[in-house]
């Protein structure tokens, strides 16, 4: 699970959090969900420094590495690859660099 949350001015705007657990990956905003994915709908996995990317179609959950609330990015990936072992995971270069 991973946490973030944006402020301005010390005001804070909103707060995301993005879990995976045994049936799929959730994402969500101030504490409603707004994006659910079931492993079995996952088509895609792609990670590169910053992310690990969760693909179901045009959908997707972004899990940004720097910021686990609960394990750790590399127990994550490992965690995947046991998950999906049919879905390589895409490795390179950032989409959107940080």
């Known amino acids: 699970a991973i946490c973030r949350s944006m402020d301005k001015g010390g ?22 969900i707004c994006l659910s994915i079931r ?11 910053y992310h690990v990317d969760i693909h179901s179609g045009e959908n997707v959950i972004r899990f940004e590495k720097d910021s686990f609330a609960e394990g750790a ?21 950032p989409l959107y660099p940080c």
């Open 11 to 32: 005001e804070q705007l909103w707060t995301g959090r993005n879990i995976a657990h045994a049936d799929g990956v959730e994402s969500y905003t101030d504490d409603m």
């Open 39 to 49: 492993w079995d709908e996952v088509d895609r996995i792609r990670e590169d420094e």
């Open 73 to 93: 990015a590399d127990e994550f990936g490992l965690w995947l690859e046991e998950k999906l072992p049919n879905i390589a995971i895409e490795r390179g270069i």
